[in-house]
């Protein structure tokens, strides 16, 4: 009775089953009026769940075994799917654990886990139950993280194989059959050919080169070659700077020549020799294992060795003498001795015939005597003649007075000569710095600045809250001019109100002079700076930053 209400519930197109279908709901889902069946046994619902999961199982193996997918059935569109039905409610004793149905068998005790047994043959390899050779496959396992890599590349190598790169990439998404591969029409365009000029003097030592092969064959181009590969290499040899030749023998051709046979360069030894007389040890600088001192003292003693004295190879040239201080009546006194003695050669030139003698210096005063008879004869035009030769001598002496006569630029150049001094090509300029504690002073910097401008001087008179630099560029002479100003002249306590020149004491000292490469200012001016940080930034610009430090570090004595 059992068996036949399982296979009911088991096939959904038995009457038995519609049947209760039809008890349970209608045909569209809703709960009919009729009451509900009453609830199978325990026992029986046990049994049919126990059922369908072994033919569940069976059906899964079956499927496996064809390697076939369980077709999932797909509910048809139009029918409408039927309610669920209604399970027995589970008593609660059957889900307490250990709990087993009536009439099934109590299931018997967990098997342990147990290795197999391990089987040795007599030469201790591992076998099977069987006597046969158990295969071990064995793995290299790494632990590096670069060598772990390595055989993942090369599998990944080989399921990849590299393909084929066409020539021309014709095939990509946006190349353009008319325009064409762009490398490729690179390397099929003709070279352009760029410029190449000839350097001089090529055709001539071309000409040469053909002259002298036809005249003595390839010989005389060879060793015309090697001459002027000596020639080069001479030249090369003769730019180089002395005073990058090691010291030394000289090497070469031409220092051979100089300086006679070479001198071998032996090693740097151990021990000069001058050392080695006074050393414990001649022969290391080391002391000895039983004492400190690697000197020899008793070697030393109170006598100093004097090197032998040797002549020069050339005798000294003897000492200018002394000039003589004259006074003006000595100086005037060898001023005629020397036009007279000048005079003296020039009349025996005349005498001897050698000049032209000078045309007679006719006056008024004298045309009687020196012409004589001619002034007698045309007193008239003797005198309109002397007249004559007088204003000619005057105009020469003017001419003479104004080719001697200096232009305005040199006037200009001599008097700033003269005022300046003379500057030779290549002195450098002079410069010198003033620390003054006070400038505020109006007649102190219209000296200080109006005195450098007529000494042509360049530079600046820097005035901060601390103190104030004067930095003044020029000559030598010029600079003795303003030091002198600077120190001695000026009163720098001198103002115009007694109260002030009373509270602050102010004073003027050179705090540098010396030499630099060439000037920085352009003119002499006057700048005002409140503060120190200014003051060093207007300097800085200039590359003179380092002026105020100088100054800040200067004290007066």
Avoid at 130 to 159: D, H
Avoid at 359 to 385: C, F, H, I, W, Y
Avoid at 428 to 437: M, T, W
């Amino acid at each position: 009775m059992s068996g036949k209400r399982q296979a009911e519930d088991l096939d959904d197109s038995s009457p038995a089953k519609k049947q209760k279908l039809s008890n349970g709901a209608t045909s569209n889902g809703a709960p009919t009026s009729a009451k509900p069946r009453p609830a199978l046994p325990a026992m029986e619902a046990i049994a049919k769940a126990k059922r369908a999961l072994e033919l569940q199982k069976q059906l899964k193996a079956k499927l496996e075994a064809a390697k076939l997918k369980a077709p999932t059935p797909k509910p048809a569109p139009t029918q409408q799917a039927a309610p669920p039905a209604v399970r027995p409610p589970v008593p609660l004793h059957s889900l307490q654990p250990g709990f087993v149905p009536y009439g099934q068998p109590r299931p018997g005790p967990k098997p342990t886990f147990r290795p197999a047994a391990l089987r040795l043959d007599d030469q201790g390899r591992e076998i099977d139950e069987f006597g046969n050779l158990v295969q071990n496959r064995t793995e290299s396992i790494t632990t590096l993280k670069v060598n772990q890599k390595r055989p993942e590349l090369a599998r990944m190598n080989q399921e990849a194989p590299a393909a084929d790169k066409p020539d021309r990439p014709t095939t990509e998404e946006y190349f353009d059959e008319g325009i064409g591969f762009r490398g490729m029409r690179k390397l099929d365009r003709r070279r352009r050919s760029n410029f190449e000029f000839v350097r001089e003097g090529q055709f001539q030592k071309e000409a040469e080169i053909a002259r002298i092969r036809q005249e003595f064959g390839d010989e005389g181009v060879r060793q015309l070659r090697a001459r002027q590969q000596e020639e080069k290499r001479a030249a090369a040899q003769a730019t180089v700077d002395a005073n990058l030749i090691p010291l030394g023998a000289r090497r070469g051709a031409d220092a051979g020549a100089a300086a006679g046979p070479s001198v071998p360069q032996h090693a740097i030894p151990e021990v000069e020799w001058w050392d080695a007389r006074i050393l414990v040890h001649p022969e290391s600088y080391a002391a000895p294992a039983d004492s400190e001192r690697y000197i020899n003292e008793e070697k030393i003693t109170i006598y100093v060795e004097h090197p032998v004295p040797l002549d020069p190879p050339v005798a000294e040239a003897p000492a200018p003498p002394m000039p003589l201080m004259l006074t003006a009546k000595e100086k005037k006194k060898i001023r005629k001795q020397r036009r007279e003695e000048r005079e003296k050669e020039r009349q025996d030139l005349i005498r001897q015939g050698l000049l032209e003698a000078p045309k007679p210096k006719v006056k008024l005063s004298n045309m009687m005597r020196v012409l004589g008879s001619e002034a007698t004869a045309d007193p008239t035009a003797v005198e309109a003649q002397v007249r004559q030769q007088m204003e000619d001598r005057a105009q020469a002496h003017e001419d003479r007075n104004l080719a001697r006569k200096l232009t305005p630029a040199e006037k200009k150049e001599k008097k700033l000569k003269k005022l300046v001094g003379e500057a030779n090509e290549g002195d450098a300029p002079q410069v010198a710095l003033y620390k003054v504690q006070d400038l505020s002073n109006r007649q102190h910097q219209f000296k200080v600045r109006v005195n450098a401008q007529e000494l042509h001087m360049t530079g600046c008179m820097l005035m901060a809250d601390d103190f104030c630099l004067v930095i003044a560029e020029g000559s030598l002479k010029s600079h003795k001019k303003y030091s002198r100003l600077m120190l001695n002249r000026i009163d720098w306590n001198q103002s115009l109100e007694d109260e002030q020149q009373e509270a602050k004491h102010n004073s003027c000292s050179l705090v540098w002079q010396g030499v630099v490469q060439q000037k920085v200012f352009q003119k002499f001016d006057l700048e005002i700076c409140r503060t120190e940080a200014a003051a060093k930034t207007f300097l800085k610009l200039r590359g003179l930053e380092h002026y105020w430090d100088l100054a800040r570090g200067h004290t007066s004595e």
